[in-house]
């Protein structure tokens, strides 16, 4: 379905009058079916390998939003990100993210994880904006970083990284995530 006012999350414009100021409006992205444009290559960042794209909505692409992949090219099959991002006041920030054989979630913030709180998503989870819409804007957003309080476990696990594109496609609705190229991890050899 797309966001309602594009122009608001990115201009600050709209009933709002700051940029990404509704939740509600970022699920309506997480919810639209979509296509990345203008994906690029992993590039190394730090630590990590990261590469990104803009979201195709209807056949436009949307301002204020865009697709981030992030790993860690050191641990092979693991530590994979999938986020999407809108922007803020104060910098882009994570609004939905599908983590993959990365550091375990638990979700401990008993003020914002509700029938959640205690639950434990494993390695393999997703931070679903929906079950943050309880949460003021400006609370969810307020610790630096791509944290999210919420996750929910994925079951089963991926069992490689082009079924993880699969799962997570499906879960982020974007058409095309299994055009995003292999992470540079080191290729395994083979003895035979």
């Known amino acids: 379905m797309g966001i309602t006012n594009p122009a608001a999350l990115a201009t600050g414009a709209g009933e709002e009058g700051v940029k990404g100021k509704d939740l509600g409006e970022l699920v309506k992205v997480l919810e639209a079916p979509k296509r990345l444009s203008g994906l690029g290559k992993w590039k190394p960042i730090n630590q990590k390998a990261e590469t990104g794209a803009g979201l195709e909505i209807r056949g436009v692409v949307e301002i204020g939003v865009s697709f981030r992949a992030q790993c860690n090219?050191?641990?092979?099959?693991?530590?994979?990100?999938?986020?999407?991002?809108?922007?803020?006041?104060?910098?882009?920030?994570?609004?939905?993210?599908?983590?993959?054989?990365?550091?375990?979630?638990?979700?401990?913030?008993?003020?914002?994880?509700?029938?959640?709180?205690?639950?434990?998503?494993?390695?393999?989870?997703?931070?679903?904006?929906?079950?943050?819409?309880?949460?003021?804007?400006?609370?969810?957003?307020?610790?630096?970083?791509?944290?999210?309080?919420?996750?929910?476990?994925?079951?089963?696990?991926?069992?490689?990284?082009?079924l993880l594109l699969a799962e997570s496609a499906i879960l982020l609705r974007i058409d095309n995530l299994g055009e995003l190229p292999d992470p540079p991890w080191p290729a395994t050899r083979s003895l035979f």
């Open 73 to 162: 090219p050191a641990l092979p099959e693991e530590n994979v990100s999938l986020m999407l991002f809108t922007e803020t006041e104060a910098r882009p920030r994570c609004f939905s993210r599908i983590d993959w054989r990365g550091s375990k979630h638990d979700n401990t913030n008993k003020a914002l994880t509700g029938k959640y709180w205690g639950q434990s998503a494993g390695r393999t989870h997703f931070h679903d904006p929906r079950l943050h819409l309880h949460i003021d804007f400006k609370t969810l957003f307020a610790t630096p970083g791509v944290d999210l309080p919420i996750a929910t476990e994925i079951l089963p696990e991926p069992s490689s990284f082009q």
